[in-house]
């Protein structure tokens, strides 16, 4: 069952034989337990033990011509699990497939620059540079610097650059942690035995300065079955955004 902030640190403070309140604020050991239950939920979600929702994502076109085929990236985006483009001149919506940047820069760079439909494109911030068609719909995407995707293809037709409109997302992204009393975490409601055992552990050990063997158990126990119980959670596949970078979001 889902629960609130203050059900959670209840029952924690509960187990550690702390002060019971009616608010997170109410004392500071309530608080110590509410930011144990905070920073449990980010771990969990940072090594993937437990995933947040998947949504619908936008992505922003530059409009830069010198740069036709790059999309900005939302701070939060963690993953993503797919990525659409629709090819007008075929009417129909097409899978982009994740290339490491290495191979896009190899595939790309073996395309003849001196062709009409093709054009060598510099990236800004690297000063790469790598060939792109101009004459149809993308089918690959990369990323140089974990701020931009950057697509193989788009077609001068329909105009100078890729357009956001044209774009369907799904992936997930990093929610956020209120520490509000009525605040409910992000997460499957299998996830919660889950979250409560972890933050458990923690705040055992770090307002008692000793181990819940028991609670520690039962939660490893939990982290082999938690995603098996939810399924509205995707795994990764070879279209799958891979490499973002380890700077608190989930690579």
């Not at 209840?10 to 920073?39: F, N, P, Y």
């Not at 690959?140 to 956001?164: I, P, R």
């Not at 098996?228 to 795994?235: E, K, N, P, T, Y």
Request: with cysteine; hydrophobic share 30%; net charge negative.
């Amino acid at each position: 069952m889902k629960q609130n902030l203050i059900e959670m640190v209840q029952r924690i403070l509960e187990a550690i034989d702390g002060q019971m309140v009616e608010s997170i604020e109410d004392t500071r050991e309530a608080m110590q337990v509410a930011r144990c239950v905070k920073e449990s939920y980010e771990h969990l979600l940072y090594t993937r033990d437990i995933k947040a929702k998947s949504n619908l994502i936008q992505l922003h076109s530059k409009s830069d011509t010198t740069q036709p085929t790059v999309f900005t990236i939302n701070d939060d985006l963690q993953q993503l699990s797919l990525f659409k483009y629709y090819d007008k001149s075929n009417e129909r919506y097409v899978d982009l497939t994740w290339m490491e940047p290495e191979q896009f820069v190899d595939m790309c760079l073996n395309r003849n620059p001196t062709k009409e439909n093709v054009e060598n494109i510099v990236d800004v911030d690297s000063g790469v540079r790598y060939n792109i068609y101009n004459d149809r719909c993308p089918q690959y995407y990369t990323s140089f610097n974990d701020k931009e995707f950057v697509c193989d293809a788009y077609n001068n037709k329909d105009g100078h650059t890729l357009m956001e409109q044209y774009t369907v997302v799904y992936g997930y992204t990093q929610p956020e942690f209120k520490l509000e009393d009525t605040f409910v975490p992000d997460l499957a409601p299998q996830h919660f035995s889950l979250l409560l055992s972890t933050a458990k552990v923690q705040a055992t050990y770090e307002l008692n300065k000793t181990v819940d063997s028991l609670e520690r158990d039962r939660a490893r126990k939990q982290l082999v079955t938690a995603d098996r119980h939810a399924q509205r959670v995707r795994g990764q596949d070879g279209r799958t955004w891979k490499n973002r970078k380890r700077n608190g979001r989930v690579i």
